[in-house]
């Protein structure tokens, strides 16, 4: 991840296997270049609320189950100290003082983390409705914390943003991504390319959460071919077993109230 003006883990070795490794850096950059040839392959983004939605319905598999998504959420604020950063997960990855961002994650680059899934099944569930998806989590940023200018490196990818909890005052909570301001409303998704640099700034002191999901874009060839093997070289890295391994927490599994049940799916 390239941060512009901010701080992130230092950059070093990547892992592809326990004994094999590439510079970290001259990678990212590479993957950049190709990310800013791939931008001219994607749909129109951002795009948010219904525009959003005309153009990925399935976006609609989150709406439907909103309230049992936010009952999941509930129960896993009650763990809040237990969840770690994003960096504490992935120690070369964005920082953010004072463990003011953290990230409970339900899956990375195509490898689902039961440990952490069972903690949260509806919002599970829904995503496992969603076709071609690479990585979820929560994201949970606190009151007065800002993400800097930065480039995530999930080239091929479009994002999903479904908010859950939004500031009283949601205009002083915003993203801008390449330009284009937004400010998070809850259950009014957003999808973006995370390749195109972007920055969020939370200026209330009110936590926002939202749940991200990362979706193929479905490149054209030859864009395809490598987007797929770069998802499938990580994927199957070294380093990706290791940060598994840290995002597992010891959330324990979710059982659904009985009021919970009794509702209609």
């Not at 040839?37 to 989150?62: Q, T």
């Not at 003011?100 to 949260?120: C, D, P, Q, S, Y």
């Not at 972007?198 to 979706?215: G, P, Y």
Request: proline letters at 9%; hydrophobic letters at 40%; a neutral charge.
């Amino acid at each position: 991840m390239q941060v512009s003006n901010g701080k992130a883990g230092q950059k070093g070795r990547f892992y592809l296997t326990k004994h094999i490794w590439v510079p970290q850096e001259p990678i990212e950059n590479l993957n950049l270049k190709m990310s800013d040839m791939i931008l001219r392959h994607m749909p129109k983004l951002p795009l948010g609320g219904g525009d959003a939605i005309k153009a990925y319905p399935v976006l609609e598999e989150l709406s439907k189950v909103h309230d049992k998504i936010k009952a999941d959420l509930q129960y896993l604020l009650g763990h809040h100290d237990e969840i770690p950063t994003l960096n504490e997960v992935h120690p070369r990855d964005l920082f953010v003082p004072g463990r003011a961002w953290r990230t409970f994650m339900l899956m990375i680059w195509g490898h689902e983390i039961k440990a952490n899934t069972a903690a949260v099944p509806d919002t599970w569930a829904a995503i496992s409705r969603i076709p071609g998806v690479h990585s979820a989590l929560f994201s949970i940023l606190a009151g007065g914390a800002e993400l800097m200018p930065h480039r995530g490196p999930a080239a091929g990818v479009v994002r999903f943003h479904y908010p859950l909890i939004v500031p009283k005052e949601p205009e002083k909570c915003w993203i801008e991504i390449g330009g284009h301001h937004f400010f998070w409303q809850e259950g009014v998704p957003l999808v973006f390319d995370d390749t195109r640099e972007h920055w969020v700034k939370n200026q209330t002191a009110e936590t926002r959460v939202v749940l991200i999901v990362d979706s193929d874009a479905r490149m054209p060839f030859p864009v395809n071919v490598f987007t797929a093997l770069r998802y499938h070289l990580i994927r199957r890295s070294s380093e990706m077993k290791t940060i598994l391994d840290r995002a597992a927490i010891a959330v324990p599994p979710r059982t659904p109230s009985p009021e919970e049940v009794a509702q209609p799916a």
